[in-house]
């Protein structure tokens, strides 16, 4: 049976071209993909995805500005570097808000361009061109794309990997010079942009081995040599030391648990793949035909089983969700192969029908609503698509639809190799993987703009916009880092970090705990802070409030900041929590002198909470309200825990006590006791 009768017509992109030659239709095919997910980074208007965004962008900031990789001016041992190196051009020249809708932009055509080398692979293979622009379509077409929204790696990664691909099967069929070195450069520039793709060399020196055999090390000498010189020396030098920032894998243990998560993120790519192409593609890895499949198939397994054992292992060492962004390059290979399934006449029926059946089993046994809920979603745009739809029309009813869709998938593949109908499964594969993204991105954008509209104001570069310079960062205990990291991601004047008290820092660099000195002075903080009021309320005795935007507070300050007053346990919406802290800082005698007062109360829907400042109770009332005064004078600092018994939790997982106004002091200046307030 002849391909064009058995494969799928063009889809509607590049039949709108009919007449015109493939590579137009192909070009027409990268243009669309780069408008519309253009179109879509622009309902992203923030990033989220941390600290790894805030990573590649203050990298991208260092090296604009003409400087080694650096976080916060600390030195960056960071091997994935393409991706910061492609955006410190924008970083460089624009504001923060432009060059981050410039590299929206530039994922998104980067991304889209998977396209080419997809459609090469294809026609390598000897599909037809109007099959392989359907697999360039479906390349840009899977939710995965998403990303191109996101300041991460993968956007640069996708289309180098897979050129490298394609490069590679070229340089096995035909090992000619150029097409090995083409190889290797694009093999270095996948790794340079995402380290997980090393396994590009291996997979390439077992596919040789397996289309040559002995005679692999004579018609791949050049490329084997330039490979394992380099991984020789590598181990030589210490793999954590080349890993840098990624070291922390080589901390990894091959659990128990890899060979499951291994079956479910196989499971779960198969899912995102369509299902009805997954059998067909097996079936023709399987029995290839020619050298240039051999290549293909053998290059292709061992790529795919490398970076599902990648997935798995990070899964089974404590991150455990479906780690769908490390292994969404795998999926524009499957219609690739099912290419060839159709081509040859669909071979091995009785197999693929085995591996349908078994398909449609896990489908009907394992719901996906599991997978899809909390923090499980979290690498998964599929996931993410799916949790859209459970909560349009249930949970349940979500999971169920998603279910029979794909059981459907599941019983047409078995009749595609029965019957045929090669033609509707692609295009059905397309079409699923279209409205997975739409799915994907009205979820993500919705989330998207909930970050900007609870976590940043209006200017989110407002620290910038003060003139400010030289801020740092202060993080309370208990603050959430997400609230932090997206005033470093924006503000660029905030050039260092610290941690008061048990704070929790926002990423791995360098974090100093803040030692406060008897004075109240915050020791190794020079000038200018902005303290995160999420958890802890703070006042100075030598610093100027000069903006305020949701829970941070921006102090200018010509020598060390010094705290006056301290409540560690307050929130910044009023609400204490149920264990804290009250402290005030002497003044320059040496001395506490003063009164403190603030006010305890009780929504009138609320039960009634005692609270134990120190030696005291008050029994607060719902309804009602409690000034409590203290009069202080005492040596150096003075401190007062609180207690609650009783109490709640508020919608967001808080557990509070009574809502408290911000603590007033009024110091008395001696001799004459005359009060000044510090508010």
């Known amino acids: 049976m002849a391909l064009d009768a058995a494969l799928p017509a063009a889809p509607r992109t590049v039949a709108l071209a009919r ?3 493939a590579r137009v239709g192909l070009a ?8 519309v997910r253009a179109v879509a980074s622009a309902a992203h208007p923030v990033p989220r995805y941390f600290p790894d965004e805030y990573i590649y962008t203050a ?7 003409g400087h ?8 960056a041992h960071f091997p994935a570097l393409l991706g910061p190196l492609l955006a410190a051009p924008l970083q460089a020249l624009f504001a923060p808000g432009l060059a981050y809708r410039l590299t929206q932009c530039e994922n998104a055509l980067l991304m889209s361009l998977a396209a080419v080398p997809v459609y090469l692979l294809a026609r390598r293979l000897a599909l037809s061109a109007r099959y392989a622009l359907a697999c360039a379509v479906f390349a840009v077409a899977i939710p995965d794309l998403l990303y191109a929204s996101y300041t991460l790696a993968g956007p640069v990664a996708y289309p180098l990997s897979l050129a490298a691909v394609a490069a590679g099967v070229a340089a096995l069929e035909r090992p000619t010079r150029r097409a090995q070195l083409l190889f290797l ?5 996948a790794t340079f942009a995402r380290v997980q793709y090393v396994v590009l060399p291996v997979a390439f020196i077992t596919a040789a081995l397996v289309v040559d055999r002995r005679s692999a090390f004579r018609t791949q000498r050049l490329p084997i040599v330039l ?16 890993l840098g920032y990624y070291s922390n894998v080589a901390h990894l243990h091959v659990e128990g648990s890899l060979l499951r998560w291994a079956a479910t993120d196989l499971f779960l790519l198969s899912l995102v793949a369509g299902v009805v192409l997954v059998p067909g593609a097996v079936a023709a890895l399987a029995r290839p035909r020619g050298r240039t499949e051999t290549a293909f198939a053998a290059f292709a397994v061992v790529f795919a089983a490398a970076l599902l054992f990648e997935a798995a292992l990070y899964a089974s060492n404590g991150s455990a969700r479906f780690q769908e ?7 524009p290979l499957v219609p690739v192969a099912f290419g060839l399934y159709a081509k040859h006449g669909r071979p091995l029926r009785t197999p693929v029908t085995i591996l349908s059946v078994l398909l449609f089993a896990a489908i009907a046994r394992v719901p996906l609503s599991g997978y899809a809920a909390g923090l499980g979603r979290t690498d998964s745009p599929f996931l993410v698509a799916v949790f859209q739809l459970e909560r349009l029309v249930g949970t349940a009813n979500g999971s169920l639809l998603v279910a029979l869709i794909c059981s459907v998938a599941a019983v047409g593949s078995i009749v595609v190799a029965r019957r045929g109908g090669a033609q509707a499964a692609v295009i059905a594969t397309i079409v699923v993987a279209a409205v997975a993204s739409v799915g994907a ?16 104001p209006a200017n989110p570069s407002w620290v910038d916009a003060t003139g400010l310079s030289d801020v740092t960062l202060v993080q309370t205990a208990g603050s959430p880092s997400g609230r932090a990291i997206e005033q470093l991601y924006w503000n660029r004047s905030l050039t260092h970090e610290a941690l008061l008290g048990a704070a929790t820092a926002t990423d791995v660099y360098p974090a100093p705990h803040i030692r406060i000195g008897r004075d109240g002075t915050l020791a190794g903080v020079r000038g200018n802070v902005l303290v995160q009021d999420y958890s802890a309320t703070a006042r100075f005795s030598n610093a100027v409030l000069v903006a305020h935007a949701g829970t941070f507070s921006l102090y200018r300050s010509d020598a060390a900041p010094r705290l006056s007053l301290l409540e560690a346990g307050r929130f910044s919406d009023g609400w204490l929590a149920q264990t804290g802290r009250l402290s005030v800082w002497p003044d320059a005698t040496g001395r506490t002198r003063g009164t403190l007062r603030f006010t305890l109360s009780l929504p009138a829907d609320a039960r009634p909470v005692t609270v134990q400042f120190g030696k005291a109770r008050y029994h607060v009332e719902p309804g009602r309200a409690a000034t409590v005064t203290y009069t202080i004078d005492a040596p150096g600092k003075w401190s007062l825990p609180f207690t609650s018994r009783g109490g709640s939790y508020n919608p967001d997982l808080r557990a509070v006590s009574v809502r408290s106004t911000p603590p007033v002091l009024h110091r008395f200046d001696a001799p004459s006791r005359r009060a000044t307030a510090v508010s």
């Open 19 to 21: 007449g015109l030659t």
């Open 28 to 35: 027409l095919v990268v243009l669309g993909s780069f408008a």
């Open 59 to 65: 990298i991208a900031r260092s090296l604009g500005a």
């Open 68 to 75: 080694a990789p650096a976080v916060r001016g600390t030195p």
């Open 185 to 189: 450069a694009l093999a270095f520039l």
């Open 227 to 242: 490979l394992v010189a380099p991984a020789l020396a590598a181990i030589a030098v210490g793999g954590s030391r080349i």
């Open 325 to 331: 962004r490390y292994l969404f390059s795998l999926l």
């Open 441 to 456: 991105i009205v979820r993500d954008a919705s989330v998207a703009q909930g970050v900007r509209d609870t976590l940043l």
